[in-house]
């Protein structure tokens, strides 16, 4: 048995955090003003209550101006559109992130279409999600940066590797195999009409695990020495109590797995890491792309 190195998303996402830290300090240094988050929570689901809270202190700990906009549940698709509009249009906002999941009275897409696509940090856009899919840089979704960033972290040579994806999601599925892609592995996108799907994963040297069901992955799943990425996080009963897994039978695979992450403790603190490192980044590239285009009007003008 291999006893598999645990991947601590936790300790790794304050080292990212520190870097982001770097780059504000040097933005705030450049521009005179820190970049700026602003979160739109539309009703009172439990969860996403907790997560915009989190993500508004978190930016803030790292020097970004994180604002959270609560509309209420009743709030129209129009009145949020509105809304959008108002943040689109705000010069010292830079990065804007609408919390999903939406109440089902509003159409998802296209209030995700409707975010400036250069203030798109989350990377749902369908401009950022077209460019990533053509190798071109654009805003990625964070948690399969996150990702990334533990499978690098876990010394895997991704060239060449046969990389399996469980899930074919446009928030981590489709975005992660691009990015694997991008690696130079080899990658196969399973979902749930996947024929003999253990099998398959175990062919897999990169196991990203990504479809919302419990402990799905089984040991016997894995291939000796694959590096196990668990996307998932579950609210289960055991033992009388309610407890977070993922999509990974985490003791199980432990033993079989050379690396593998947590849940919790995992990817989830990548996630937000690289929100505020995506903010940083579109602030960085919004205000180089004013400085050119002022640029070409003086220029033009004289």
Same mark, same amino acid.
């Given at each position: 048995m291999l006893n598999g190195k645990v991947l601590d998303g936790k300790a790794l996402s304050a080292k990212v955090r520190e870097e982001v830290k770097e780059k504000v300090n040097a933005f705030v240094g450049r521009h005179g003003r820190p970049p700026g988050l602003d979160v739109i929570l539309v009703g009172e689901n439990p969860a996403s209550v907790v997560y915009t809270r989190n993500k508004e202190r978190t930016a803030k700990e790292v020097g970004i101006r994180g604002a959270l906009h609560t509309l209420p549940g009743t709030t129209t698709e129009a009145e949020l559109l509105h809304k959008i509009d108002e943040l689109n249009r705000d010069p010292n906002v830079d990065g804007i992130l609408v919390q999903l999941p939406l109440p089902k009275h509003i159409n998802e897409e296209r209030v995700l279409d409707a975010i400036d696509a250069g203030k798109d940090v989350d990377g749902f856009h369908h401009v950022n999600t077209g460019l990533l899919s053509s190798g071109r840089s654009a805003l990625v979704p964070c948690t399969p940066i996150g990702c990334m960033r533990l499978l690098a972290e876990s010394g895997i040579s991704l060239d060449g590797a046969h990389a399996v994806v469980l899930g074919r999601s446009n928030i981590v599925g489709k975005p992660v195999a691009q990015l694997l892609l991008k @690696?130079?592995?080899t990658v196969t996108i399973a979902h749930?009409? !996947? *024929? /003999? +799907?253990? $099998? +398959?994963? *175990? !062919? $897999? /040297? &990169?196991? &990203? $695990? $990504?479809? %919302? *069901?419990? @402990? +799905? &992955? *089984? %040991? /016997?799943?894995v291939k000796p020495g694959a590096v196990v990425i668990d996307v998932g996080i579950n609210r289960i009963e055991r033992d009388g109590k309610f407890v977070l897994v993922g999509d990974v039978a985490f003791d199980e695979v432990k033993e079989v797995a050379s690396a593998v992450t947590p849940v919790p403790g995992g990817v989830g603190p990548m996630t937000i890491a690289y929100l505020l490192s995506n903010t940083v980044d579109a602030a960085t590239a919004r205000l180089s792309r004013l400085v050119r285009h002022k640029g070409v009007f003086l220029e033009a003008a004289r």
């Amino acid at each position: 048995m291999l006893n598999g190195k645990v991947l601590d998303g936790k300790a790794l996402s304050a080292k990212v955090r520190e870097e982001v830290k770097e780059k504000v300090n040097a933005f705030v240094g450049r521009h005179g003003r820190p970049p700026g988050l602003d979160v739109i929570l539309v009703g009172e689901n439990p969860a996403s209550v907790v997560y915009t809270r989190n993500k508004e202190r978190t930016a803030k700990e790292v020097g970004i101006r994180g604002a959270l906009h609560t509309l209420p549940g009743t709030t129209t698709e129009a009145e949020l559109l509105h809304k959008i509009d108002e943040l689109n249009r705000d010069p010292n906002v830079d990065g804007i992130l609408v919390q999903l999941p939406l109440p089902k009275h509003i159409n998802e897409e296209r209030v995700l279409d409707a975010i400036d696509a250069g203030k798109d940090v989350d990377g749902f856009h369908h401009v950022n999600t077209g460019l990533l899919s053509s190798g071109r840089s654009a805003l990625v979704p964070c948690t399969p940066i996150g990702c990334m960033r533990l499978l690098a972290e876990s010394g895997i040579s991704l060239d060449g590797a046969h990389a399996v994806v469980l899930g074919r999601s446009n928030i981590v599925g489709k975005p992660v195999a691009q990015l694997l892609l991008k @690696e130079n592995a080899t990658v196969t996108i399973a979902h749930s009409r !996947t *024929r /003999d +799907l253990p $099998a +398959l994963c *175990r !062919t $897999a /040297d &990169v196991l &990203v $695990a $990504a479809v %919302g *069901r419990p @402990e +799905l &992955v *089984r %040991g /016997d799943w894995v291939k000796p020495g694959a590096v196990v990425i668990d996307v998932g996080i579950n609210r289960i009963e055991r033992d009388g109590k309610f407890v977070l897994v993922g999509d990974v039978a985490f003791d199980e695979v432990k033993e079989v797995a050379s690396a593998v992450t947590p849940v919790p403790g995992g990817v989830g603190p990548m996630t937000i890491a690289y929100l505020l490192s995506n903010t940083v980044d579109a602030a960085t590239a919004r205000l180089s792309r004013l400085v050119r285009h002022k640029g070409v009007f003086l220029e033009a003008a004289r």
